[in-house]
């Protein structure tokens, strides 16, 4: 079965450092894959996409997200953290023969950003 | 862009009553989904619907239903509310699709449900 890891559950940095949130598959096929922010009291909103493109996805608010086969990674950066940046992170992947549009979650990351 | 509305943002009810959560969407997508999501547990699927009339179990669909008579409305029902059903439950909505995309899900603002 598919399944998505997100290592870390917390992640701690300083306003101005560089934000690294890991997210790893697992497929023999490379699924769909994305990246959501909640910030609190609020929904999910899409960060980013995988296209099959391009490895390198840029998304919303600085943030991009590197697609390593080899790795079965799909990492989310942003080179200098803001404090508005803190919130939870999800990334999703998404079967490439699915017909259903259902995504499998990691757990989740909480990135806390300090003055 | 896409407006996922969930009709409450907080909702108190109490044990045994029945509870229905309401979710519309605005841009014609053929799938739609309900999560739950619990502090370390991420997001769960209850159930999603792929058409109108149709629906299918996800992860955790004990102790609901749903129903979807209209396209842009998906409903989900906690046929008798018990204290454990107490979360944040997450409407989203995509684009139906061939598998040959990668559509994602647009969510709403969701429902903090409170169970006395």
């Known amino acids: 079965a598919q399944s998505v890891t997100q290592l870390g559950s917390h992640v701690s940095v300083s306003e101005g450092a560089l934000v690294l949130l890991r997210c790893n598959y697992s497929s023999s096929v490379p699924p769909y894959l994305f990246w959501y922010v909640q910030y609190p009291n609020q929904g999910l909103q899409l960060l980013l996409k995988?296209?099959?493109?391009?490895?390198l996805v840029k998304g919303i608010n600085g943030f991009e997200a590197e697609f390593k086969k080899s790795e079965t990674s799909f990492h989310l950066t942003k080179p200098s953290a803001h404090m508005r940046d803190a919130a939870e992170y999800f990334c999703?992947?998404?079967?490439?023969?699915?017909?259903?549009?259902?995504?499998?979650f990691g757990q989740g990351t909480t990135l806390q950003v300090k003055p | 862009d896409v407006k996922v509305t969930q009709s409450s943002r907080y909702l108190v009810k109490r044990t045994g009553e029945k509870v229905f959560l309401e979710c519309v969407q605005d841009m014609d997508h053929e799938n739609m989904f309900w999560y739950r999501q619990d502090p370390g547990l991420g997001l769960r699927l209850i159930y999603f619907?792929?058409?109108?009339?149709?629906?299918e179990k996800g992860d955790i669909p004990e102790g609901y239903s749903v129903s979807r008579e209209k396209k842009e409305r998906f409903s989900l029902i906690l046929e008798s509310a018990s204290t454990n059903q107490t979360s944040m439950y997450l409407c989203?909505?995509?684009?139906?699709?061939?598998?040959?995309?990668?559509?994602?899900?647009?969510f709403g603002d969701g429902t903090r449900l409170s169970i006395l």
């Open positions: 989203a909505s995509s684009l139906g699709s061939d598998g040959r995309s990668n559509q994602p899900q647009h």
């Open positions: 999703a992947v998404r079967h490439r023969d699915s017909n259903t549009g259902k995504l499998i």
């Open positions: 619907s792929y058409d109108v009339k149709m629906k």
């Open positions: 995988y296209t099959s493109a391009a490895t």
